[in-house]
Each structure stands twice: as structure tokens, then as C-alpha cells.
């Protein structure tokens, strides 16, 4: 019960609700999604008006509301991306390292190659090509990220395949589908949640970026990396345009770092540092 009362945890759990409540709950708290121009309070600074508390951006827009409902593309591209991934590798990884042969040695030279390729160059190149959307921004990640999955997992089956339960599963005559994912697959979860923490925090960046390169989703949906660059020519004389979305991602990424963190001391209890 210690382990739940860790700074790590804590601290990780309220940025996390706080964003992540304030992302939900989006379409209640701001119908108009942050569309809404007011001209008259162009560029107005934060904390002087009570209708604009954050300020507003060149063309009038509440800097808050656009910050809260932006947050909820950062979190879709982040969690369906590690989700979509994680099933993925995990899926290739059981299969190579419990099969080895031909289609191990087949698919982890695959992964060593796409390795090799730097994420932003494989996005510039299959964005330019198919065009950037929301959905294609989760896809490029999935088959960008897969390979880390696969890898971990094949790496934790060759050791697991050659257990004593797993043998005496064998010697019962279990299929291959009843041992590999209910035997191998459920002690191979820990790693894996850990990662696919960590990697999420690791998407709402990649997202951010890509869509501060003009890569990303449509310039006119609200998002924390479009917000960045929308203020990018205001940096001088209006910092709170980047500021404050800077924050959200600050906090959001921070907290899920926090959570991995804890999650891999309190799944790997032999192998946590002091703190």
C-alpha cells in the first residue's frame, strides 16, 4: 500500500486529472470548441479581462478554451497510437519469439531496418505523400512504433518459452494459442504497460511537433502544436499564445512520465532505484 502513496504516483495522478478532466469535459465547458472570433479583443494579454482569462490569439480566440479543447487531439493521437501499437508488436513479438525460424529472423530484420529510419524524415516522406489528417498521423505512428513491442515481447518469450510451466503446459498438450497468450502473454504484460505509458507521453510530443511543421491535423482544428505555431510570430510581443499551451503539454507529458515511473517500480519492485 506504500507503493500507492509515492510522490511519483500522487503527483502524476492530479496533473493527469486535472488535464485530462478538463479535455473531457471540453464539449460541456466550450460548445463552440474555441471557433468563436471576437476582433474587438485581438491579442488581449491574460488575467486583465474576465471573459478572456488567458487572453486571445491574433484573430480573438480564448487562448483557454482553445488550450482545453486542443488537448483532446494530443490525447486521441497519443492513446489510440500506443494502443494500436502495443497490439500490434505485441502480437509479432509473441509470434517470433515463441515460433523462431524463418519468421523471427524475417520480421526482426524487418525491425532492425525500421529502425534505422529517423521517425520525422519517415513522416515528412509518407505525410507528403498521402497527406496529413488525424487518422494518418496515428497510423505513421503505429507502424513507426510497433517495432519497440515486438521487440520487448520477443525478448521476454525466449526466456519465458523455456519455463517449467510453460513446459508442463506443453507436455498437457495445450495448443500453442491457450500457452502463448495465457501463459507467455500474462507475464510479459508488466514491461509492456510501462512502455506503452511512457510512449504516449512520447505521442502528444510527436504530435505536437509535427503539427507545429505544418504535418499535422487541420490548421483550423484547435491542438496544442498548432497553437504553438499559430504563436510563433507573437513570441515577442505576445508570449501567452505559446506559453500556455506549452504549459498543457509540460504537464501532461510530465505526469505521464511520473506514472511510468511509478508503474515500473511498482511492477519491477526488485529493480527500482532509491528515491
Request: glycine residues 10%; hydrophobic residues 55%; aromatic residues 10%.
Amino acid at each position: 500500500m506504500r507503493a500507492l502513496f509515492r510522490f511519483e504516483f500522487l503527483a502524476g495522478l492530479v496533473l493527469l486529472t486535472l488535464v485530462g478532466g478538463a479535455v473531457a469535459l471540453s464539449p460541456w465547458l466550450f460548445p463552440d470548441s474555441g471557433k468563436t472570433m471576437d476582433f474587438l479583443a485581438r491579442l488581449t494579454p491574460p488575467f486583465v479581462n474576465e471573459a478572456h482569462w488567458l487572453g486571445t490569439d491574433p484573430m480573438g480566440r480564448d487562448i483557454l478554451e482553445r488550450v482545453v479543447v486542443g488537448g483532446k487531439i494530443s490525447f486521441i493521437v497519443g492513446i489510440f497510437s500506443a494502443l494500436g501499437a502495443v497490439t500490434l508488436g505485441t502480437v509479432i513479438g509473441l509470434l517470433a519469439g515463441y515460433y523462431r525460424g524463418f519468421w523471427d529472423s524475417f520480421l526482426m530484420r524487418f525491425a532492425d531496418i525500421q529502425l534505422a529510419l529517423p521517425f520525422i524524415l519517415l513522416a515528412i516522406t509518407v505525410i507528403a505523400i498521402i497527406g496529413p489528417g488525424l487518422d494518418r498521423i496515428v497510423i505513421l505512428m503505429i507502424v513507426a512504433q510497433w517495432v519497440q513491442y515486438a521487440r520487448l515481447v520477443r525478448a521476454s518469450v525466449l526466456s519465458l518459452r523455456e519455463a517449467e510451466y510453460v513446459q508442463a503446459a506443453k507436455s498437457y498438450g495445450l495448443p500453442d494459442r491457450k500457452i502463448i497468450f495465457g501463459h507467455i502473454l500474462p507475464n510479459a504484460m508488466g514491461p509492456l504497460i510501462i512502455l506503452a505509458t511512457l510512449n504516449v507521453a512520447n505521442n502528444i510530443l510527436l504530435e505536437s511537433s509535427l503539427t507545429f511543421l505544418g504535418l499535422g491535423i487541420d490548421p483550423l482544428t484547435p491542438s496544442w502544436g498548432g497553437m504553438l505555431a499559430d504563436g510563433r510570430n507573437y513570441i515577442q510581443t505576445a508570449p501567452w499564445i505559446t506559453i500556455f499551451p506549452g504549459l498543457a503539454i509540460m504537464f501532461t507529458v510530465l505526469g505521464l512520465n511520473l506514472l511510468g515511473d511509478w508503474l515500473r517500480d511498482y511492477l519491477d519492485p526488485l529493480g527500482k532505484t532509491n528515491t
